[in-house]
């Protein structure tokens, strides 16, 4: 039982580059998610899903797309990578009284 | 205005002594849970504690306890004990949803960073 994995766990962009950050779960959980983390602050959600097929944004979804076709899979892409988006980024699954979080990817745009 | 709001940039406790972590949140949702995490400096979010709007009791888990005074709508979160393990950034976080379903979106608080010392 893995949890939640993420891939890459570091990644280094230019800026307008495209990339898709990949999130899996291996515990059947219907709802995944997505933050930032920008230094000092707490985390910011970006997307969330709450089964396959069914996306939502969240406080800053601004430049990222998601889609969910299974229940394990949740990727981010980035689509025109910006400076700002220079951050280290979560994905999430969980249930109602937990919320298990992945080890994180850090991303760095120039 | 900010829905999870934490008082505390940051706390520093004696070896074995206990701590409390300020958390409050603003809601109009009935149904709610809250949550704290902890981030050491390896960077990731560990899961501690999660209370619900319509738990009777204060939730507990091993050393950590969740003061819950919901007409205060603070959640506060004590560790007893404290270890030198315990140093790390602590998040307080809200769902606002019905319980009983799996739908929730996080809002974090700004963190506390407890340092313990010998």
């Known amino acids: 039982n893995a949890g939640v994995t993420q891939t890459p766990k570091f990644q280094v962009l230019k800026t307008g580059q495209s990339m898709t950050l990949q999130c899996a779960q291996d515990?059947?959980?219907?709802?995944m998610s997505w933050y930032r983390q920008d230094p000092g602050m707490g985390l910011r959600l970006i997307h969330y899903?709450?089964?396959?097929?069914?996306?939502d944004q969240g406080e800053v979804p601004n430049g990222y797309n998601v889609s969910r076709s299974t229940t394990e899979d949740f990727p981010l892409r980035l689509l025109s990578a910006a400076p700002s988006q220079t951050s280290v980024y979560f994905c999430?699954?969980?249930?109602?009284?937990?919320?298990?979080f992945g080890p994180g990817t850090r991303l760095t745009v120039l | 205005a900010q829905k999870i709001t934490q008082t505390q940039p940051g706390m520093f406790v004696q070896e074995k002594e206990a701590v409390t972590l300020d958390c409050t949140y603003d809601?109009?949702?009935?149904?709610?849970?809250l949550f704290w995490y902890k981030q050491p400096s390896s960077g990731e979010m560990i899961f501690l504690i999660y209370?619900?709007?319509?738990?009777?009791q204060n939730a507990t888990e091993g050393r950590y306890s969740l003061n819950f005074q919901k007409a205060r709508k603070s959640a506060n979160l004590v560790i007893s004990a404290s270890q030198l393990g315990d140093s790390a950034m602590y998040f307080c976080?809200?769902?606002?949803?019905?319980?009983?379903?799996?739908?929730?979106?996080?809002?974090f608080g700004q963190g506390t960073i407890l340092t313990v010392h010998p």
């Open positions: 515990m059947n959980h219907e709802y």
């Open positions: 899903s709450v089964g396959a097929g069914i996306t």
């Open positions: 809601t109009s949702d009935p149904s709610y849970g």
């Open positions: 209370q619900g709007s319509y738990d009777q």
């Open positions: 999430a699954s969980g249930k109602i009284y937990e919320q298990f």
């Open positions: 976080a809200m769902r606002e949803g019905p319980q009983g379903t799996s739908y929730g979106k996080l809002t």
